[in-house]
């Protein structure tokens, strides 16, 4: 379907990649996946034909419906309801559906029989691209993927305009994913997803029978849904014929490969430049000299993943000692100043010393407020917090600019922490996560997201807490990145609590889930698997009791119920019609009448009784015209809102 033929792109002197070769096949589930920064998002614009090349050529096969997750949304309508948003991006739809109602309607009044039979076509064709474009289910999926993506039924009737940015780019998921595409591109979509809504969409792409692109660092979410990987790294496109386990054991061979290769070319490229050096003088071996110089050209420099150049350590120290119990909450609860609801209320929670438990749940339900309690950073507003013998927090927000001032550099970042330690022990920890001479001068705000984190994490560990509490702490991070990161939470001998919408990092360090859903907030003792496998069989939290079933519907009988809709508005949309026809040709009448008036004005063949005479017909029917305008519009509107 899509095919990259020796692709090249450069920004400035800088190649983000050189002849990239590879092919995204028709109904494949390609997971593509690098470092931050290294072109993931550049092929997704060069598939879309919104940047060229610099070298090489990007092929398409046919001209498959492409649906994407748009990062800048479009302005919308004032008033625009989300459930109006998310129908009106289907392209073709409202256009189709106005064609089979305007050729319904031309077909009970047609008797001419080669006439009809072409209405017939014509109605056969627009019933087909209705069908295709899934008319008749439209609106049922668009609610579906709505509820999935973790939208309130109520939610449907209000203004677009009212939702965050998050919200509305769940909005575009949903609408993207309803238009039924064939070729579907998805750039990063779990970024603005909580954890139920992960799972949702996990089971959606599943199903999905188009062919799909997926650029992730969701592990989750690659291994549950591609079988294909595409590595963008090191200036270097990579094709692994496999799912993501594959390609992680796969790369590591390759590594290994370019490793023993570039310390080969490396030993050969010294020999030959300790030969020039030595016998370039010389004039019996000059020859030999200039001969070493064109092999020394000729060598193509091996290029390392950027991973393995930047993999930087993420060690976290010993906790100091705590009391048994960490923190109790007693009848607490919270409410924001000015709030009329309280975000939670009669809470009774019991952390012990080494629980690792994670906060789930859809996003506005409380999850960052309730972390933000268990932290000490806010008081709760009814109830109490009770924290234990020598109990020293450590709490990380999900916004690294709130602790870290970006103009800073990374090593006046670290010792504004670090209180009276000594430089020379302060660079040995920063060097310890993986911060060199070089790093340490670096401003905070051109390290990369995993770089951050680190630091993040040193700052918090120079006065160790052992209470850690880390609000979305893999959103920066890149596949290592949080495996490392899952790795070092995991050894941590500590308390922690974390929110997180990474399913993978969550089944992976967390032993008790504590869920916020509209049923209140409930623990489960045990990991991620075991609370999936309680809550599954368990309604919607708002869903109402179980009704009858009813009787299947099925598209005949939706085709039926929009024909006798129309046949109820068949009527009114006749007697409309008639109103514009005989409202515009009245018009027409008097604007020649108007017309020949003023022409006989000026050819002075009108005395003076007749110029009377004339200038009063004027004026009528200027005040006639005014009111057919105005009725002409009424009726006009009137018959477009009926769909006429």
């Not at 302060?426 to 401003?443: I, Q, T, V």
Request: hydrophobic share 40%; proline share 5%; glycine share 10%.
């Amino acid at each position: 379907m899509i095919e990259f033929r020796d692709v090249s792109v450069r920004y400035g002197p800088e190649a983000l990649f050189e002849h990239a070769s590879f092919k995204i096949n028709a109904g494949e589930r390609v997971g593509i996946v690098g470092p931050n920064g290294s072109g993931k998002s550049t092929l997704f614009r060069l598939i879309l034909g919104d940047l060229s090349p610099d070298a090489g050529e990007v092929l398409h096969e046919g001209s498959p419906r492409v649906g994407f997750v748009r990062q800048h949304l479009e302005p919308t309508s004032p008033g625009q309801t989300l459930l109006q948003y998310c129908l009106e991006g289907i392209p073709g739809f409202e256009r189709t559906e106005r064609d089979i109602a305007r050729l319904e309607e031309a077909l009970a009044t047609e008797r001419d029989p080669a006439a009809k039979e072409r209405l017939l076509r014509a109605l056969g064709e627009a019933n087909t691209r209705f069908e295709q474009l899934g008319g008749y289910t439209l609106e049922a999926r668009v609610k579906e993927s709505l509820g999935g993506l973790g939208y309130a039924t109520e939610d449907f009737g209000r203004p677009f305009a009212a939702f965050s940015g998050g919200w509305r780019m769940r909005a575009e998921l949903s609408r993207v994913l309803a238009s039924k595409p064939e070729l579907l591109l998805l750039d990063e979509p779990s970024n603005y997803l909580d954890l139920p809504a992960v799972e949702w969409l996990q089971r959606f792409l599943r199903g999905f029978e188009g062919t799909l692109a997926l650029i992730s660092h969701d592990r989750y979410l690659l291994r549950a849904i591609t079988k294909v990987t595409v590595e963008v790294d090191g200036g270097t496109v990579t094709r692994y014929n496999g799912p993501l386990d594959h390609y992680l054991s796969e790369r590591e061979t390759r590594y290994r490969q370019l490793l023993q290769a570039k310390a080969n070319q490396d030993r050969k490229r010294e020999q030959l430049e300790r030969f020039i050096e030595r016998f370039r003088a010389q004039a019996t071996k000059a020859a030999q000299a200039q001969s070493r110089e064109r092999q020394l050209e000729k060598l193509e420099e091996i290029r390392l993943p950027a991973r393995s150049r930047a993999a930087g350590a993420l060690r976290l120290p010993k906790a100091p000692h705590a009391g048994a119990e960490i923190v109790r909450l007693e009848g607490a609860a919270y409410t924001y100043p000015g709030g009329e609801r309280p975000i939670f209320s009669g809470l009774d929670l019991r952390v012990m010393n080494g629980d690792k438990i994670a906060i789930v749940g859809y996003n506005g339900m409380g999850k960052t407020t309730l972390l933000r309690v268990l932290a000490g950073v806010r008081q709760p507003t009814a109830g109490k917090a009770v924290f234990g013998y020598h109990v020293v927090p450590g709490y990380q927000s999900q916004d690294l600019a709130e602790t870290m001032d970006p103009d800073a550099t990374v090593f006046a970042t670290a010792k504004a922490a670090a209180g009276a330690l000594p430089e020379k022990e302060l660079r040995a920890r920063l060097g310890s996560f993986g911060f060199d001479a070089d790093d340490c001068a670096k401003p905070v705000k051109v390290l990369s997201g995993g770089e951050k984190i680190r630091l993040a994490f040193l700052r918090l560990f120079l006065n160790p807490p052992n209470l850690l509490l880390l609000d979305e702490p893999t959103t920066h991070l890149d596949l290592d990145g949080r495996e490392r990161l899952q790795q070092a939470v995991r050894d941590y001998d500590g308390t922690v609590i974390l929110v997180s919408h990474d399913v993978e990092f969550v089944r992976g360090t967390a032993q008790n889930i504590l869920e916020i859903s509209r049923r209140g907030i409930r623990r489960f003792h045990g990991g991620y698997d075991y609370y999936q496998e309680k809550i599954a069989g368990e309604p919607p939290p708002d869903a109402p009791a179980a009704k009858p079933q009813e009787p299947k519907v099925t598209s005949k009988d939706l085709r039926r119920q929009r024909a006798q809709e129309r046949a109820a508005k068949a009527p009114e949309v006749k007697r409309l019609r008639r109103r514009v026809a005989e409202a515009e040709a009245a018009i027409a009448k008097l604007e020649a009448e108007q017309a020949e008036l003023t022409a006989s004005l000026g050819d002075g063949t009108l005395d003076a009784q007749g110029l009377a005479d004339a200038g009063r017909r004027l004026r009528a029917i200027q005040f006639d015209l005014a009111k057919l305008t105005l009725d002409w519009e009424a009726a006009a509107t009137a018959l477009e809102a009926l769909g006429g």
